[in-house]
């Protein structure tokens, strides 16, 4: 009964290509959770809402944060589209009645990520980004496959194929993308070592 509320208010909010994006990211939240013994309804949860802001207006998206007592840097203040992340969350809260802080986190950290996530919260991240409809290319395949054989491995490359998106698009590149990109990057080398090599080589194929 949720699943069918929090649908119906998307179709009203976002454009159906964003419907689709956002049904991709559920599945791809799900086969996750699952592979990773993870709370899968919880997963499929965050994957469902991470982008119900995704279409306010900036001002919007500024007032909310405002109003939530969010701290607003340079980048957030001259971008706001950045903040759908966090306005999602407090959306999903105060229209949804979500009160579970690990489903608002991963919501809120969908798109900048942050160090010391939950693996929910990588879960999204990375759902995100490598969900089917974002392309077939040989990075992002096998970008896909690391997220189930080391979700924190792909936490990092995922990063790394996020800031060079941006580099070349010549778009601001946020210090929590970055401080994301290192905190996964120094948890995976501690934890497993460096990325198998069959993911490797996909990845830089």
Known sequence: MMRDRILTWLEHHVTPPRLQHILRVEQFCSELAEHHQL???????AGLMHDLAK????????????????????????????????????VARDEFGVKDEEILEAIRNHTLGNPQMSPLSCVLYVADTLEPGRGTSAELVGLRQMCFENLVAAVWRTGDYCIRHLVE??????????????????????QHGTPSASASDRISA
């Open 55 to 90: 279409y306010f207006k900036p001002q919007r998206l500024l007032q909310m944060a405002q109003t939530e007592g969010l701290e607003l840097d340079e980048i957030l203040a001259g971008e706001p589209h950045l903040l759908h992340a966090d306005v999602s969350a407090i």
């Open 169 to 190: 698009h010549q778009r601001m590149i946020h210090p929590r993308t970055i401080l994301t990109r290192n905190w996964a990057m120094q948890q995976s080398k501690e």
């Open 39 to 45: 709370d899968v309804e919880k997963a499929k949860q």
